[in-house]
Protein backbone atom coordinates (compact mmCIF):
# COMPACT_ATOMS: atom_id res chain seq x y z
CA UNK A 1 0.00 0.00 0.00
CA UNK A 2 1.45 3.19 -1.00
CA UNK A 3 0.16 6.59 0.68
CA UNK A 4 -0.81 7.80 -3.26
CA UNK A 5 -3.61 4.83 -2.65
CA UNK A 6 -4.70 5.72 0.42
CA UNK A 7 -7.45 8.07 1.27
CA UNK A 8 -7.79 9.65 4.17
CA UNK A 9 -10.18 7.42 6.17
CA UNK A 10 -7.62 4.65 4.88
CA UNK A 11 -4.86 6.81 6.95
CA UNK A 12 -7.28 7.12 9.64
CA UNK A 13 -7.81 3.46 10.36
CA UNK A 14 -4.38 2.17 9.79
CA UNK A 15 -3.53 4.61 12.55
CA UNK A 16 -6.34 3.59 15.09
CA UNK A 17 -5.04 -0.05 14.14
CA UNK A 18 -1.49 0.85 15.07
CA UNK A 19 -2.43 2.23 18.37
CA UNK A 20 -4.17 -1.24 19.19
CA UNK A 21 -1.54 -3.48 18.46
CA UNK A 22 0.94 -1.05 20.02
CA UNK A 23 -0.86 -1.19 22.93
CA UNK A 24 -1.62 -4.68 22.75
CA UNK A 25 2.36 -5.22 22.07
CA UNK A 26 3.32 -3.47 25.11
CA UNK A 27 0.63 -5.08 27.91
CA UNK A 28 2.22 -8.12 26.47
CA UNK A 29 5.83 -7.02 27.01
CA UNK A 30 5.30 -5.77 30.20
CA UNK A 31 3.30 -8.52 31.42
CA UNK A 32 1.01 -5.67 32.61
CA UNK A 33 -2.82 -6.68 32.32
CA UNK A 34 -5.48 -4.75 30.37
CA UNK A 35 -8.64 -3.45 32.09
CA UNK A 36 -12.07 -4.19 31.17
CA UNK A 37 -12.29 -0.49 29.61
CA UNK A 38 -9.08 -1.50 27.66
CA UNK A 39 -9.70 -4.78 26.11
CA UNK A 40 -13.32 -3.75 25.26
CA UNK A 41 -12.09 -0.44 23.21
CA UNK A 42 -9.45 -2.67 21.74
CA UNK A 43 -11.97 -5.03 20.71
CA UNK A 44 -14.14 -2.02 19.06
CA UNK A 45 -11.43 -0.63 17.55
CA UNK A 46 -9.98 -4.05 15.63
CA UNK A 47 -13.65 -4.58 14.91
CA UNK A 48 -14.01 -1.57 13.23
CA UNK A 49 -10.52 -1.82 11.26
CA UNK A 50 -12.20 -5.20 10.15
CA UNK A 51 -15.84 -3.76 9.20
CA UNK A 52 -13.97 -0.94 7.14
CA UNK A 53 -11.74 -3.50 5.15
CA UNK A 54 -14.52 -5.62 4.36
CA UNK A 55 -16.51 -2.94 3.40
CA UNK A 56 -14.07 -1.25 1.13
CA UNK A 57 -13.38 -4.53 -0.67
CA UNK A 58 -16.70 -5.19 -0.82
CA UNK A 59 -17.35 -1.89 -3.22
CA UNK A 60 -14.32 -2.34 -5.13
CA UNK A 61 -15.66 -5.75 -6.59
CA UNK A 62 -18.38 -4.39 -8.03
CA UNK A 63 -17.92 -4.75 -11.59
CA UNK A 64 -18.59 -1.53 -14.01
CA UNK A 65 -21.29 -2.30 -17.08
CA UNK A 66 -20.04 -0.31 -19.57
CA UNK A 67 -22.66 0.46 -22.90
CA UNK A 68 -21.07 1.45 -26.52
CA UNK A 69 -23.55 3.08 -29.19
CA UNK A 70 -23.00 4.09 -31.97
CA UNK A 71 -22.88 7.70 -33.12
CA UNK A 72 -26.76 7.65 -33.67
CA UNK A 73 -27.70 6.58 -30.14
CA UNK A 74 -28.41 3.17 -30.54
CA UNK A 75 -26.94 0.80 -28.18
CA UNK A 76 -25.38 -2.10 -29.80
CA UNK A 77 -25.56 -4.49 -26.42
CA UNK A 78 -22.48 -3.62 -25.51
CA UNK A 79 -19.98 -5.52 -27.96
CA UNK A 80 -17.34 -3.73 -29.80
CA UNK A 81 -17.97 -6.38 -32.59
CA UNK A 82 -21.96 -6.89 -32.81
CA UNK A 83 -22.15 -7.59 -36.78
CA UNK A 84 -26.15 -7.88 -36.10
CA UNK A 85 -26.22 -4.27 -34.93
CA UNK A 86 -23.68 -3.19 -37.66
CA UNK A 87 -25.93 -4.78 -39.92
CA UNK A 88 -28.72 -2.38 -38.52
CA UNK A 89 -26.86 1.01 -38.56
CA UNK A 90 -26.11 0.61 -42.20
Known amino acids: MTIKQTTAVTASVANTAKRVIVMLYMAAATGQVLTDEQKVGAAVAIGGVLA ?20 RGKLDGGFKNNAHAKAKAQ
Open 52 to 71: YSVVDDVLKAKPKVEMRGDP
